[in-house]
């Protein structure tokens, strides 16, 4: 038995470096080229794969395919054999108001996201999900306080999931990912804070996400996810902007409930918690005391983030299945912290999601799903007086889940 138990996990790890290989080449190509996400959980999507966002993101226990690895590693063990490809459509409305001057913005960025799975055996699955982070705009020409040239920042950021998953008992998985990560950065019109113009620079990092996922009764099914902060190399060309130059993610951790009381009807529900202030730049205050670039310098002032998930899925035919959710999350920023905010205007906090899926005779799924958040407002103060800024966003996401 030990053999087979060896054999197997040898297959696994060859699976995984193959696909981790594929996933990196894709997602450094991605991060040059692809246009970027206007996210909304902080520096977040609210959820990742179009049928999780349907049900305003909750997925945590309610694995639905191969992106799950970004929700929960140890999802990708329920999902079986399958190929996924997501296209977000994002349309954003950022005002900025400066010194009495008003400046806007409407980016309509395109955001990818992929996953594969593979079951190795009884008890392994080898999988990846790729999913994008970010945030866009460019008020088109200078503002006051800032610089000389038009204002605009963009920041991409692609990770790669490669996930093993591991059955621990009938109905009950453990699942582990390597979190691989790429950023490109470029941001210009702040001369008055000491960057001349720039060319953009990119970064690298890494972490790691751990899950489990477990079958309670044949109506209740329990998850329980953490992801350790991920480390990001330097961006040279903003190491006098940037707290050491770097972008670093959070620790984050969640647990999650699906309730599944009928064969049509699936409840969801997620709590998470986002440890945005133990990063230097989300969560140093533009007014931390120390020079810009160093450690205690200044930043976006970000506080941790509590979000709650609830979500609702009912199968209208064997073939039609409907969705709806709701995400909502604790105040990320105060008006104190406008001043950066007009690079990054990232306070939303609230979304209203409904979404949809169509199955084919031959069991490809085609998925849609409409996300709304209101427009949030951030009204200067303290040393952000005079700054004010919002932001509302739509989204549509769609989706094609092939079956391998």
Same mark, same amino acid.
């Given at each position: 038995?030990? %053999?087979?138990?060896?054999?197997?996990?040898?297959?696994?790890?060859?699976? $995984?470096?193959? !696909?981790?290989?594929?996933?990196?080449?894709?997602?450094?190509?991605?991060?040059?080229?692809?246009?970027?996400?206007?996210?909304?959980?902080?520096?977040?999507?609210?959820?990742?794969?179009?049928?999780?966002?349907?049900?305003?993101?909750?997925?945590?226990?309610?694995?639905?395919? %191969?992106?799950?690895?970004?929700?929960?590693?140890?999802?990708?063990?329920?999902?079986? /054999?399958?190929?996924?490809?997501?296209?977000?459509?994002?349309? $954003?409305?950022?005002?900025?108001?400066?010194?009495?001057? *008003?400046?806007?913005?409407?980016?309509?960025?395109?955001?990818?996201?992929?996953? &594969?799975?593979?079951?190795?055996?009884? /008890?392994?699955?080898?999988?990846?999900?790729? #999913?994008?982070?970010?945030?866009? +705009?460019?008020?088109?020409?200078?503002?006051?306080?800032?610089?000389?040239? /038009?204002?605009?920042?963009?920041? #991409?950021?692609?990770?790669?999931?490669?996930?093993?998953?591991?059955?621990?008992?009938?109905?009950?998985?453990?699942?582990?990912? @390597?979190?691989?990560?790429?950023?490109?950065?470029?941001?210009?019109?702040?001369?008055?804070?000491?960057?001349?113009?720039?060319?953009?620079?990119?970064?690298?990092?890494?972490?790691?996400?751990?899950?489990?996922?477990?079958?309670? %009764?044949?109506?209740?099914?329990?998850?329980?996810?953490?992801?350790?902060?991920? =480390?990001?190399?330097? &961006?040279?060309?903003?190491?006098? @902007?940037?707290?050491?130059?770097?972008?670093?993610?959070?620790?984050?951790?969640? !647990?999650?409930?699906?309730?599944?009381?009928?064969?049509?009807?699936?409840?969801?529900?997620?709590?998470?918690?986002?440890?945005?202030?133990?990063?230097?730049?989300?969560?140093?205050?533009?007014?931390?005391?120390?020079?810009?670039?160093?450690?205690?310098?200044?930043? &976006?002032?970000?506080?941790?983030?509590?979000? +709650? =998930?609830?979500?609702?899925?009912?199968?209208?035919?064997?073939?039609?299945?409907?969705?709806?959710?709701?995400?909502?999350?604790?105040? +990320?920023?105060?008006?104190?912290?406008?001043?950066?905010?007009?690079?990054?205007?990232?306070?939303?906090?609230?979304?209203?999601?409904?979404?949809? %899926?169509?199955? @084919?005779?031959?069991? #490809?799924?085609?998925?849609? $799903?409409?996300?709304?958040?209101?427009?949030?407002?951030?009204?200067?103060?303290?040393?952000?007086?005079?700054?004010?800024?919002? !932001?509302?966003?739509?989204?549509?996401?769609? *989706?094609? *889940?092939?079956?391998?």
């Amino acid at each position: 038995m030990s %053999s087979i138990q060896g054999s197997t996990l040898d297959i696994s790890l060859q699976w $995984a470096k193959r !696909i981790t290989v594929t996933a990196l080449t894709t997602a450094a190509a991605l991060v040059f080229v692809a246009p970027t996400a206007q996210a909304n959980n902080g520096f977040n999507m609210p959820g990742y794969g179009t049928r999780a966002l349907g049900m305003g993101g909750a997925s945590i226990a309610l694995p639905q395919d %191969s992106l799950a690895a970004a929700n929960n590693p140890a999802g990708m063990a329920l999902v079986g /054999d399958r190929f996924d490809v997501d296209l977000t459509v994002i349309s $954003a409305d950022i005002d900025l108001d400066a010194a009495g001057n *008003g400046y806007h913005d409407s980016p309509l960025p395109l955001v990818p996201e992929f996953g &594969f799975n593979r079951r190795l055996s009884e /008890d392994w699955t080898a999988g990846v999900s790729m #999913i994008s982070n970010g945030v866009e +705009l460019d008020y088109g020409e200078a503002v006051p306080g800032y610089g000389t040239t /038009d204002l605009k920042s963009k920041l #991409i950021q692609s990770i790669v999931h490669p996930t093993l998953t591991y059955r621990l008992a009938p109905g009950h998985y453990l699942g582990a990912s @390597l979190l691989l990560g790429a950023q490109r950065l470029r941001v210009s019109g702040i001369e008055n804070l000491g960057l001349e113009r720039t060319q953009g620079d990119w970064a690298t990092g890494y972490g790691a996400a751990f899950g489990y996922i477990g079958r309670l %009764s044949p109506e209740w099914q329990v998850g329980a996810t953490y992801r350790t902060p991920m =480390r990001f190399s330097r &961006f040279d060309e903003y190491r006098r @902007l940037l707290p050491e130059g770097r972008i670093d993610m959070p620790q984050q951790a969640g !647990i999650g409930l699906a309730y599944t009381p009928n064969e049509r009807l699936t409840l969801a529900l997620d709590v998470m918690w986002l440890g945005w202030s133990e990063e230097n730049t989300w969560g140093n205050a533009f007014t931390e005391g120390g020079a810009l670039g160093d450690r205690d310098g200044p930043g &976006f002032g970000w506080q941790d983030q509590r979000v +709650l =998930r609830i979500g609702a899925s009912y199968d209208v035919t064997p073939h039609w299945t409907l969705r709806s959710g709701v995400s909502l999350a604790s105040k +990320l920023v105060s008006g104190d912290e406008s001043r950066l905010a007009a690079l990054a205007p990232l306070m939303g906090r609230d979304h209203y999601t409904v979404g949809t %899926s169509y199955t @084919l005779g031959n069991g #490809i799924e085609l998925n849609g $799903a409409f996300i709304h958040m209101p427009y949030e407002h951030l009204h200067g103060a303290g040393a952000s007086r005079g700054v004010d800024v919002g !932001i509302g966003v739509d989204m549509l996401s769609f *989706g094609i *889940g092939v079956p391998l």
